[in-house]
């Protein structure tokens, strides 16, 4: 089987998840980051995984842009939606849920919610005050499960379709 992971990463979190993936996963893995515009031919996949990360409660334009274009193909493949975000329980899963339009989240094969990073250094000067005043947090925070990305795949891979 041939897998297709599309991701946007703000700061690396959610690749990082990508490519944790992508070496969990036993069949032929392709990434590609929407920051690239070239994007294989859908049709050569039997599988998509697509992932993003939450910011200021939206997933990336790039993310839900390439998820209503591909609708139709997407709904004829088996999927996984993951997002990377700061939040967890109900307000991460309220989050995925806004990420993803309905009919993909009803069609998904495997779910995952990986937490999130903040990495000041990765941050420029105007995230890094928003991040000090509405989160009062000044020094880079690691919220990213390992295990739920390894969780995620073994679902997901196990899945039949």
């Not at 990434?31 to 910011?55: A, C, H, K, Y």
Request: with cysteine; charged share 25%; glycine share 6%.
């Amino acid at each position: 089987m041939a897998t297709l992971i599309v991701y946007m990463t703000s700061h690396g979190c959610v690749e990082k998840a990508a490519w944790m993936i992508r070496d969990l996963l036993p069949d032929e893995v392709t990434l590609v980051n929407l920051e690239n515009p070239e994007v294989p031919p859908m049709e050569q996949f039997d599988t998509v995984i697509i992932g993003g990360s939450i910011r200021i409660g939206s997933i990336q334009k790039r993310i839900r842009k390439f998820c209503e274009k591909n609708m139709d193909l997407l709904l004829t493949k088996r999927t996984g939606l993951f997002i990377c975000c700061m939040f967890e329980g109900d307000t991460a899963i309220a989050q995925l849920h806004e990420a993803y339009p309905e009919a993909l989240r009803k069609h998904a094969t495997a779910f995952g919610l990986f937490g999130g990073e903040l990495e000041f250094e990765k941050m420029n000067a105007f995230e890094r005050m928003i991040i000090r005043q509405v989160a009062n947090i000044s020094v880079d925070v690691s919220k990213f499960n390992e295990k739920a990305v390894r969780k995620f795949a073994e679902r997901f891979r196990d899945a039949g379709f």
